[in-house]
């Protein structure tokens, strides 16, 4: 088949299509996999439930269930959605927002794809702008979202030990240049992969460098706040006119309803509108019927913060456990947990590569990301990123379990490879 650039761009190998592929391939097998690679949510029993009489309710609420899958909504998306969540970003965070700053898209990916390629990419004057990650590794969803080639410039953090087998990233602002060639910052908060949450230090100083330039600060808020609320460390969700923060139903445990949430100042909320109707006409407005409710009432902050983010972190906890008891006596370090719904692991000198392991385990039928696929838009070689994996601790807890036994296992036997390199600590 011949094929046109676009054609060929987006039908090539991407990081993101093994991921989804080995997700789905998994969901799809009688034999039991551990799934410790994508990023599907837990299925949390209370959480589950409420949603459930949420349906019931819409369908027994008259022909409010017929409206919703009968009629298209505006561009824009779900209009007692988008009020009902305005409301509750100015009571909860302070934000000074109205229904104009938001718009409803189908997932946060589509939304990446629309606010990358409207802030990065060529220009009418010729020049081209990118996207700068100012700390890799970052989402490998964002990797392959360009229309054009290079979208991503991104900065090698910086890594803080905290503790024999902890580390966090920080901003490295030194080697962080906004230039005339950058579109957009962003960054997402709590991070996939790592599970890190910038501090409030660190995003302030990007806002600060975002309004300095004129270019937008993008926060994916994924599994942020106020809701899913995945974030175990302290911090404090920022909004104001050169930010875009985007957020998404599907971290609540609702992935497979499509619905993600764009807010940001008014001119880019009727471009969102604007594309959403070229290249969808209108946005689900399944996911918002869904939760309009709790969104007015503020029942979904109660479910993010007393059944959600105690789930992961118990979770988070356990596995991290795990992982120092399996691989007691090894060099290895665990990203400190503040987030999401992942643990990064970094093992310093492991003598295969990351995606090595990702092989081995695979054979073992263990799922786990390679570190590499995290650094898009970082140049140069660096040997960390094929030190470190990511592993999900969401799924059930004796996938999980068995999973990181697999992973102690081949990591143990790689270092065991290399007498000299074994057991350093
Ligand atoms: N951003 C981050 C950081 C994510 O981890 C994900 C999904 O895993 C997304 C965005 C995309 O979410 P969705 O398209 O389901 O809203």
Redesign the pocket.
């Known amino acids: 088949m011949k094929l046109s650039t676009f054609g060929r761009r987006f039908t090539a190998h991407s990081g993101i299509l093994e991921l989804m592929d080995d997700l789905g391939s998994a969901l799809a097998q009688d034999e039991p996999l551990c799934m410790l690679g994508g ?1 599907n949510p837990a299925h949390i029993p209370g959480v589950e439930r409420r949603f459930r009489e949420s349906l019931e309710q819409l369908l027994g609420n008259g022909d409010a269930f017929e409206r919703t899958v009968g009629n298209y909504t505006g561009p824009q998306g779900h209009p007692q959605f988008i009020a009902a969540l305005a409301n509750l970003l100015q009571r909860e965070c302070g934000w000074d927002i109205g229904p104009e700053n938001i718009a409803v898209t189908n ?6 794809f629309l606010i990358f390629n409207m802030f990065a990419g060529h220009f009418d004057d010729g020049s081209r702008r990118q996207i700068l990650l100012p700390l890799a590794p970052e ?1 490998i ?1 964002y990797a392959d979202v360009g229309l054009t080639e290079s979208l991503f410039t991104a900065v090698r953090p910086r890594i803080d030990r905290l503790d024999e087998h902890t580390f966090k990233y920080g901003v490295d602002f030194g080697d962080v240049n906004v230039a005339a060639t950058t579109g957009a910052i962003c960054v ?1 908060r709590p ?2 992969p790592t599970g890190n949450v910038l501090t409030d230090e660190e995003v302030r100083r990007l806002m600060t460098l975002a309004s300095a330039h004129d270019v937008p600060l993008i926060i ?1 808020s ?2 942020g706040m106020p809701f899913p609320h995945i974030v175990f460390a302290d911090a404090t969700p920022f909004w104001n006119g050169h930010t875009i923060v ?1 957020m ?4 609540l445990g609702l ?1 497979g309803i ?3 949430i764009i807010i940001a100042r008014e001119e880019i909320i009727r471009a969102i509108a604007g594309m959403n109707a070229i290249f969808n006409l209108a946005t689900g407005s399944f996911g918002p019927a869904l939760v309009t409710d709790m969104v007015r009432s503020g029942e979904i902050l109660q479910i993010s913060r007393k059944l959600i983010k105690p789930y992961y972190r118990s979770r988070a906890e356990q596995a991290v456990e795990w992982l120092h008891t399996e691989l007691a006596g090894y060099p290895f370090y665990v990203h400190k947990p503040e987030g ?1 719904i992942f643990l990064w692991l970094w093992f310093p000198e492991l003598p295969i590569s990351s995606q090595d392991l990702y092989r081995r385990l695979k054979r073992r039928g263990v799922l786990v990301i390679a570190g590499e696929h995290f650094f898009p838009g970082l140049e140069g070689e660096w040997r960390h990123q094929h030190e470190c994996i990511r592993v999900t601790y969401s799924q059930d807890e004796d996938s999980v379990r068995s999973g990181i036994r697999a992973i102690a296992e081949e990591v143990k036997a790689a270092y065991d490879s290399r007498p000299s390199h074994a057991r350093a600590g």
Not at 107 to 112: A, R
Not at 248 to 251: A, R, T
């Open positions: 990023g997932g946060s990916q589509s939304s990446f989402y969803g997402s991070t996939n994916d994924a599994y985007t998404s139903l599907s971290k992935p499509r619905t993600g999401a």
